[in-house]
Each structure stands twice: as structure tokens, then as C-alpha cells.
T-cell receptor, first 114, second 115 residues
Framework: AQSVTQPDIHITVSEGASLELRCNYSYGATPYLFWYVQSPGQGLQLLLKYFSGDTLVQGIKGFEAEFKRSQSSFNLRKPSVHWSDAAEYFCAVGARGGADGLTFGKGTHLIIQP | DTAVSQTPKYLVTQMGNDKSIKCEQNLGHDTMYWYKQDSKKFLKIMFSYNNKELIINETVPNRFSPKSPDKAHLNLHINSLELGDSAVYFC??????????????FGPGTRLTVL
């Protein structure tokens, strides 16, 4: 079974600074990988996904993520954060070839300092 | 137009009651899901349905029974509610089934509080 680890429960970043949120996964083959964002009181919105091909994936809101097979990682990055980026970020993995739901990490809470 | 909608948004009830949460998607998707997000924000899949057929049933108590009257709806009925059922429940949908290449779209969530 697949699993996802987001080692940082909270991260505080100054507005305008760069951001990297870590995600490590465990899966026997190349997984499907996702990053979702959840703003306070809201549902989940897909930021980006990786299925195959180019390992650097561009998403919405200026986010990108890089799949590194050797490190079993799929870290999310943004060069300059905005106060509106404050939210909960979830990394998720989906198994290939099946109808399984997503397996989510426990989330990273992003705090933006003025 | 809302893609995946859930009602109600908030649900407060007493222990032992029976309640339902409704979910509808207008995306024409074939697969729908229910997830539970606990107080620590951990999201876990509960069920998935494809064309009204149950595909996934994780280790969820029998008190939880999903019902899919058509492929656009997946309702969640909960019997004999317990304190531990307090959580946010998310409905989601995706276009297809095989290969899991399709993005899941999530509803806004239903915050269930059991007193």
C-alpha cells in the first residue's frame, strides 16, 4: 500500500520569500502524485499533478513541483509567496491501475509573515 | 456553477442520531468518493463508487452506508452517531476509473459535530 509523509507540520515564511514544502512517498512503482491546497473553511483545490514525463510540473498560482524518483520525493515550490498562499497543503499519491482513492499526507500548515 | 456540491455545510447533532449528507456532481463524472478529515486534518478515503457500484470500502464501521441513486449523486448515511464521527466529510468525483489518471474534484466539505 502506498503512503505519504509530509515532515513539516507547520512552516512560516515571510511574504515575498521562496517556499518549499516537502513530500515523500512510498509506493512500489511510479505513482501518480498530487498537491492540493485547502484554504480555511474551504474544500481542496488541485494545485498540480504528476503522472509521467517531465519531472518538473507547473501548476496554478505560480506553484511547481519536482518528482525525484531516487529520493521518492515530490516537493512543492514557489519562488515568491503571497499572503493569500496561507493555507493547508496536502501531498497525495494515487495507485496506478486501480480505482483506489488518494492517499494523503497529514498536511503542512503554511503561515505567511508580513 | 458548482462542480461538486454537498449539503449541509454544517451538521450538529446528538449522539445516537441518524443523519445523511448529500453530494452531487454536475461534471458528468463516473466515479465518486467520500473522504473523512479528522481534527488533525488527516484525510482518509472511506468509499468510492463507479457508475453506482461500490468499488472501495475501507475499514469503515457498518454504521456508515453510502447510497448512489444515480452516478451524479453519492449520499452518506450515518446511523447511531458517535462522538468519534465528528469530522469534516468531503465528497469528490473523477471522470474515469481505470489507471487513476483523472483528477479528483472535491466538494466544500460538511463539518459534522456530534455532541
Amino acid at each position: 500500500a502506498q503512503s505519504v509523509t509530509q515532515p513539516d507540520i507547520h512552516i512560516t515564511v515571510s511574504e515575498g520569500a521562496s517556499l518549499e514544502l516537502r513530500c515523500n512517498y512510498s509506493y512500489g512503482a511510479t505513482p501518480y502524485l498530487f498537491w492540493y491546497v485547502q484554504s480555511p473553511g474551504q474544500g481542496l483545490q488541485l494545485l498540480l499533478k504528476y503522472f509521467s514525463g517531465d519531472t518538473l510540473v507547473q501548476g496554478i498560482k505560480g506553484f511547481e513541483a519536482e518528482f525525484k524518483r531516487s529520493q521518492s520525493s515530490f516537493n512543492l515550490r514557489k519562488p515568491s509567496v503571497h499572503w493569500s498562499d496561507a493555507a493547508e497543503y496536502f501531498c497525495a499519491v494515487g495507485a496506478r491501475g486501480g480505482a483506489d482513492g488518494l492517499t494523503f499526507g497529514k498536511g503542512t500548515h503554511l503561515i505567511i509573515q508580513p | 456553477d458548482t462542480a461538486v456540491s454537498q449539503t449541509p455545510k454544517y451538521l450538529v447533532t446528538q449522539m445516537g442520531n441518524d443523519k445523511s449528507i448529500k453530494c452531487e456532481q454536475n461534471l458528468g463524472h463516473d466515479t465518486m468518493y467520500w473522504y473523512k478529515q479528522d481534527s488533525k486534518k488527516f484525510l482518509k478515503i472511506m468509499f468510492s463508487y463507479n457508475n453506482k457500484e461500490l468499488i472501495i470500502n475501507e475499514t469503515v464501521p457498518n454504521r456508515f452506508s453510502p447510497k448512489s441513486p444515480d452516478k451524479a449523486h453519492l449520499n452518506l448515511h450515518i446511523n447511531s452517531l458517535e462522538l468519534g464521527d465528528s469530522a469534516v466529510y468531503f465528497c469528490a468525483s473523477s471522470r474515469g476509473l481505470a489507471g487513476f489518471t483523472d483528477t479528483q474534484y472535491f466538494g466544500p466539505g460538511t463539518r459534522l459535530t456530534v455532541l
